[in-house]
């Protein structure tokens, strides 16, 4: 876990991870997402046709996690409603 | 008539809203953003800067700073409230008010003497200009770009929210060249350039920036 090799929503030893992904609504220009296209089709990945950057949020809860508390924090601290989407991943097992 | 101008980590105009608050005929307040007293102000000024190193999103943490708590319930009493920069910034954040700003268009920072046209000259803000007024005064920003989906954007300008706009250029690729709303009220303003860096001839490109603060002291006396 802290070595850096968990990849996704999951509990171990009583701590368990929430994932939250942010990304700025379709009708937001991301121009962040632009350069880096642009920097793929100069190193000739022409396939690429779009990129949208966003956030990943990793969050360590003690127990079990609160979903109305955590959607809580997603969308009013982690991502800005005005302009972002937010994705919430709780623990599955 | 007694300013607040709240300093947040990593706020750096602070000296200069001061400044300007004093050559308009005001009484500047530091306020720290982080004890829940707002010293019996007039009004209150979120100066521009990189709160928290624009961590998160520029304004996200300093909006949910103690004392933006009772700034956010005394604006909505009626509390003139003028957020600079990342003080408009963190206005958007705190839901005072409409919109966000983000990533400039082309990436860079943006750095230049601005023309500006001055839409609503009826807030608490900007009475001391005229409808349609040109104004000079700097902007300098990297995440000023004023962004909303197209149907708030509809709503902010059906209901004539937009205080000053970008002319003869738009530096940042702000939506409808907006550079600043008012809360519907018209006592919250916000706006990306900086009307404290026009207040002296000696240092500003004009002194066309004075007017939003000798605006507030007729506001508060009119109060």
């Known amino acids: 876990m802290r070595d850096g090799r968990w990849r996704g929503p999951g509990s171990l030893g009583g701590v368990s991870h929430v994932v939250v992904d942010v990304v700025l609504k379709p009708e937001i220009s991301d121009p962040q997402g632009q350069a880096v296209l642009g920097a793929l089709g100069r190193l000739g990945h022409a396939g690429v046709t779009s990129v949208r950057q966003g956030k990943h949020f990793v969050l360590e809860v003690d127990g079990t996690p609160d979903e109305a508390e955590l959607k809580q924090i997603a969308e009013t601290l982690l991502a800005n409603p005005v302009i972002e989407d937010v994705e919430l991943h709780l623990p599955t097992d | ?223």
């Open chain 2, 1 to 223: 008539m007694r300013i607040g101008i709240i300093t947040f980590p990593g706020s750096l105009d602070d000296v200069d809203a001061a400044r300007a608050v004093r050559l308009a005929g005001g009484e500047p307040v530091a306020l720290w953003h982080a004890e829940h007293d707002l010293q019996d102000v007039d009004a209150v000024v979120l100066p521009g800067g990189f709160s928290y190193g624009d961590y998160l999103r520029a304004g996200a943490i300093a909006a949910r700073a103690p004392l933006m708590q009772d700034v956010v319930e005394r604006a909505r009493q009626g509390l003139p409230v003028l957020g600079i920069c990342n003080g408009f910034q963190v206005l958007c954040e705190a839901g005072l008010l409409p919109g966000a700003l983000t990533r400039n268009s082309h990436l860079h920072f943006r750095n230049r003497d601005q023309v500006l046209g001055v839409e609503r000259a009826d807030t608490a803000w900007t009475s001391s200009y005229a409808t349609g007024q040109r104004i000079v005064i700097p902007v300098k920003n990297g995440e000023g770009r004023f962004v909303a989906s197209d149907g708030d954007l509809d709503r902010i300008e059906g209901e004539g929210r937009v205080v000053v706009r970008y002319l003869d250029g738009n530096p940042n690729g702000s939506s409808r060249d907006i550079a600043g709303v008012t809360s519907e009220n018209g006592r919250v303003v916000g706006l990306m350039p900086h009307p404290e860096h026009a207040v002296e001839d000696l240092t500003g490109p004009s002194t066309d920036g004075l007017g939003f603060f000798t605006s507030v002291l007729k506001a508060v006396v009119n109060a």
